[in-house]
């Protein structure tokens, strides 16, 4: 029996919702999964239909990690735990030692939650928790280097990058509606990413305004919604960027993936934003996984997930001069045909069959 303790899971949409969903889906095949969630709205059907046995915890945020550690206790005095993954260093805090003990357990890391300078508060909780993990699961290379600065002896992280579940396939009526918000544009530019100073979006919207004379027919599409949102509607519209730019607040999942297919380029020159950083960009591959080069940026762990000048390349999401740069280098020659084919073949490393053998293997 494998045991997920998440603050992140589907229906929610996001990269740790998918992550956690996919890494649940995955152990399946090697054992029973439980998992301990967060409740969520739309959740009992999706639950249903999952194949997963999950169980939702409720109730103010404060107790929640509370109650969740109490049922996990339970939970193991009852079965027998093969292994423990939890999703974020708060996941495990409060969980009992005496449960993980003679047990394997697995933390996971990102990058914006570990990033507390040495001796704070917060990182010594963090410091607390993580060494109650067997092992620490870093995303990137970034992301490990980042948490040995912040004080975590390095003999318990592994890297184990995030697994990628696309390329799914897509209906017909998705492909249509994707290839119609296209039209006949070129080059048709993509991010999906939460609307935050992190992912550079503005600097985004300013390099598409740049590029319009050396391609009239450019059209960037954003996919996600965030506290960005209005200054970026407000941007577009100082810009005079109308038929140029459509920021999508959601999708369904199925759009998403066409945008994906139909896009010649997914851009984000993510920067380093107070304690935000990129950790490492699984966004990236799920673009590789349809034939999709990236642009992404030289700050955090994207250089895990682009083979640069191989499958796309990195920038500086902070200078507009390099996002333009690199965009018309993607473009020149035809290079983001190339870059294609490699991101897909790149992306195939990333397979969840693939990734969790690495997890199985250290249990």
């Not at 996001?14 to 399946?28: A, C, I, P, V």
């Not at 969630?37 to 959740?43: L, P």
């Not at 390099?207 to 954003?222: A, Q, W």
């Amino acid at each position: 029996m494998f045991v997920i303790s998440t603050r992140n899971f589907p229906p929610d949409i996001g990269g740790m919702q998918n992550l956690m969903g996919g890494l649940s889906l995955s152990l399946l095949k090697h054992g029973p999964v439980k998992v301990f969630a967060e409740k969520t709205n739309n959740d009992d059907g999706f639950d249903k239909n999952l194949g997963v046995d999950i169980t939702r915890i409720s109730g103010f945020k404060i107790f929640r990690k509370y109650r969740k550690a109490n049922l996990i206790k339970e939970f193991s005095l009852k079965n027998s735990v093969r292994a423990f993954f939890f999703d974020h260093w708060k996941s495990i805090e409060k969980i009992d030692d005496k449960v993980l003990q003679n047990t394997k357990s697995f933390c996971l890391i990102h990058s914006k939650e570990i990033n507390h300078a040495e001796g704070s508060f917060l990182n010594k909780r963090m410091l607390k928790s993580l060494n109650k993990a067997s092992f620490v699961i870093a995303n990137s290379e970034f992301t490990k280097k980042l948490v040995i600065k912040n004080g975590l002896n390095e003999n318990k992280i592994e890297i184990i990058h995030p697994g990628c579940n696309y390329p799914i396939k897509i209906d017909n009526k998705s492909i249509d509606k994707a290839k119609d918000l296209y039209r006949n544009c070129f080059p048709k530019i993509i991010t999906v990413a939460r609307l935050d100073k992190r992912k550079s979006h503005q600097n985004i919207l300013m390099t598409i305004k740049n590029l319009k004379p050396r391609f009239p027919n450019i059209k960037y599409i954003s996919i996600g919604d965030g506290e960005e949102m209005q200054n970026l509607k407000n941007l577009k519209n100082e810009l005079g960027l109308g038929n140029e730019v459509l920021l999508l607040k959601d999708s369904s999942e199925f759009l998403k993936v066409a945008l994906l297919e139909q896009s010649d380029l997914f851009l984000m020159p993510s920067v380093i934003f107070k304690k935000s950083v990129e950790g490492f960009g699984i966004s990236f591959i799920e673009a590789a996984a349809y034939g999709t080069g990236s642009i992404g940026g030289i700050a955090g762990g994207a250089s895990d997930a682009i083979q640069n000048g191989v499958s796309g390349y990195l920038c500086d999401g902070n200078d507009l001069n390099s996002i333009y740069e690199t965009i018309v280098k993607f473009f020149d020659n035809e290079n983001y045909k190339q870059m294609g084919k490699n991101a897909f073949n790149f992306s195939k490393n990333f397979h969840w069959d693939k990734i969790i053998k690495k997890y199985i293997k250290l249990i």
